[in-house]
């Protein structure tokens, strides 16, 4: 089945910047819908941000202007973009995907074992 292999995270300074970068292996298929989801103890796991293999966008609104999502669809990789960062944005990121267009989470497929994302000074 599909696996999904994420690169990335670390500490920042808030208003610093940093990149993450997922890749889903062992499909020959495009995948239509990947996203970006993230978790802090005690709490769901909740949306960052998503892309369609069309490249429709869907962000939380706490990061809109701040993050920006992407990808490549014939290396099936999704990047996020992050800039401004915050100390509310220290998080477990996660990566997702899934097979048609979704929009929950439970609706996803698969999902990356997440990368740590801490910004504090």
């Known amino acids: 089945q599909v696996q999904l292999e994420e690169s990335g995270g670390g500490l920042v300074q808030p208003g610093g910047s940093l990149s993450l970068s997922c890749a889903a292996s062992r499909s020959f298929f495009t995948i239509q819908t990947m996203g970006w989801y993230r978790q802090t103890p005690g709490k769901e796991r909740d949306l960052v941000a998503s892309?369609?293999?069309?490249?429709?966008?869907n962000y939380a609104d706490s990061v809109k202007g701040r993050f920006t999502i992407s990808r490549d669809n014939v290396k099936n990789t999704v990047y996020l973009q992050m800039n401004s960062l915050k100390p509310e944005d220290t998080a477990v990121y996660y990566c997702?995907?899934?097979?048609?267009?979704?929009?929950?989470?439970?609706?996803?497929?698969?999902w990356g074992q997440g990368t740590q994302v801490t910004v504090s000074s």
């Open positions: 892309i369609t293999v069309g490249g429709s966008t």
């Open positions: 997702a995907a899934g097979r048609g267009i979704v929009w929950k989470r439970n609706e996803y497929e698969y």
